[in-house]
């Protein structure tokens, strides 16, 4: 019995089983197969002019997610691969380094993929890499990749990896290290994520959007920032990167495919998750990328870009005056880019404690508000430094200037829609359109008031020679 035992172990594969089916995806494989040939087929996936390196895909429930995945698996649908490389972040486990499993093969209920040992002893042998079946356990986002593996590329072998809190300069080795595999053999790389979690539809379509922009502009700064400072941009901010650098490395370009969210497919719009779907492939020579031109639309801001414009003020402000340091800042939203004069007002307790702008719009929007949130604090010269210990009690309003427009009759000025800039030789005043209204002025009062603010006499606007402008603003605040 003891020899019979022995010959067994000795020539039975080690696999993996599944966990999740029936709970991710159907555990019968009749169900299975017609859901992902189902999607598949509905898919209207473009035609991918050239080689493809890498795909990006959601890991939800397949009825939430599963049809934005089969655009991605489309595009590699029967192309000849040797190892598909999955890679997804940690979900239930704590890491601080990447993972591999030590073992044979992966169970589906389609059939079992065997894991590529050769690739898998070079990524073990870095340094940051650790090979363990515990952090395997319980994780859903690879194992829900691999019945559209088994379906789309029948013979290829697996290479599932997880990733931790890795730095940025390991992903960088990784990505170095898949790139020298791809020398040898072919391999695709797929990073398993999905994108932001628990907002309403509107705000999630919003963060998705600039999200799936940093994807395809490959743009892994802004990215890494999020991660440090824990945006919702993505659950698998690593494997993302990882593919970026990938791309990087083969020179190759990335499109998106497909964005839904759980809204779409649920009906239930209050709390949400964001999928995309995107292929990083080479483009073929000699033929251009095509950049598409939105139409030119009149400026304003979403509720999402306010929050974000709000959260660079409040994160500039706590940075400076507990460090003494700026910290580095990048614009989540292209809109944020623009040019455009702003305001920053500081209020304790609802009192006014600071307020500094510009006027003049030739710096990017999201880097006026990081600075003149310092300057309320720190250069109001009607007010004492404000300290660390007081943001608590601070809070921050933000005012976007619209561009200012000579005033030829003050008959035009409507108090609470415009604001006042009064100026005069070498004296100039500025009031912001929310002033009259937080005081109960009317038009007369405001143009004087402007004066004085201006160090004019208060009916100086009515002398010849006064340069007389107004302007909107886009006012919001933390409350």
Not at 157 to 164: S, T
Not at 396 to 413: A, H, Q, R, W, Y
């Amino acid at each position: 019995m003891a020899v019979s035992i022995c010959f067994a172990n000795a020539y039975s594969k080690e696999t993996k089983r599944s966990e999740f089916s029936n709970a991710f995806y159907p555990a019968n494989p009749k169900k299975l197969n017609k859901f992902i040939d189902d999607s598949l087929n509905a898919a209207n996936t473009p035609e991918i002019d050239g080689k493809i390196v890498g795909i990006l895909v959601p890991h939800a429930g397949y009825v939430y997610s599963g049809k934005v995945a089969a655009f991605a698996y489309k595009t590699v649908e029967n192309k000849n691969f040797d190892t598909v490389v999955i890679i997804s972040s940690a979900h239930q486990h704590y890491l601080d380094k990447a993972a591999v499993y030590p073992a044979d093969a992966f169970e589906t209920p389609l059939g079992n993929l065997e894991i590529d040992k050769e690739s898998l002893k070079a990524v073990e042998a870095l340094d940051f890499c650790v090979s363990g079946k515990e952090y395997f356990s319980s994780e859903h986002p690879i194992e829900v990749q691999l019945p559209f593996v088994i379906k789309t590329l029948k013979t290829a072998k697996i290479l599932p990896i997880i990733l931790g809190k890795v730095s940025l300069e390991n992903l960088k080795k990784l990505a170095d290290t898949l790139n020298g595999i791809s020398q040898k053999k072919q391999i695709l790389i797929i990073a398993s994520t999905d994108l932001s979690h628990f907002n309403s539809y509107d705000e999630a379509v919003t963060l998705d959007k600039a999200t799936t922009e940093l994807i395809k502009n490959k743009d892994i700064d802004h990215l890494w920032i999020s991660e440090e400072y824990e945006q919702n941009f993505a659950c698998g901010i690593y494997p993302i990167i990882t593919l970026l650098y990938y791309s990087n490395l083969k020179d190759a370009q990335i499109d998106i495919l497909k964005y839904a969210n759980s809204g779409d497919a649920t009906g239930d719009k209050s709390s949400v998750v964001g999928y995309a779907a995107a292929v990083s492939y080479i483009k073929k020579k000699n033929e251009p990328i095509k950049q598409e031109e939105g139409p030119m639309t009149e400026f304003k801001l979403n509720d999402a870009e306010k929050k974000e414009l709000l959260r660079i003020a409040r994160w500039t402000l706590e940075n400076y005056l507990k460090n003494g340091k700026i910290g580095k800042i990048t614009a989540l939203y292209p809109v944020l880019n623009e040019k455009r004069g702003a305001f920053v007002t500081l209020k304790k307790h609802g009192e006014l404690r600071g307020c500094i702008g510009r006027i003049v719009a030739d710096t990017p929007l999201y880097e006026v508000i990081s600075s003149v949130a310092i300057e309320s604090a720190t250069e109001d010269p009607r007010f004492s430094p404000v300290t660390y210990n007081e943001l608590k009690d601070i809070e921050i309003e933000i005012s976007v200037l619209t561009p200012f427009e000579k005033v030829n009759d003050i008959g035009e000025i409507e108090v609470g829609r415009d604001g006042l800039l009064i100026s005069k030789g070498f004296y100039s005043g500025l009031l912001l359109p929310q002033v009259p209204l937080e005081y109960g002025w009317n038009r007369e009062t405001f143009l004087e008031h402007t004066c004085l603010k201006a160090g004019l006499p208060k009916d100086a606007y009515k002398e010849k020679g006064i340069m007389l402008y107004k302007f909107s603003a886009i006012v919001f605040n933390e409350k």
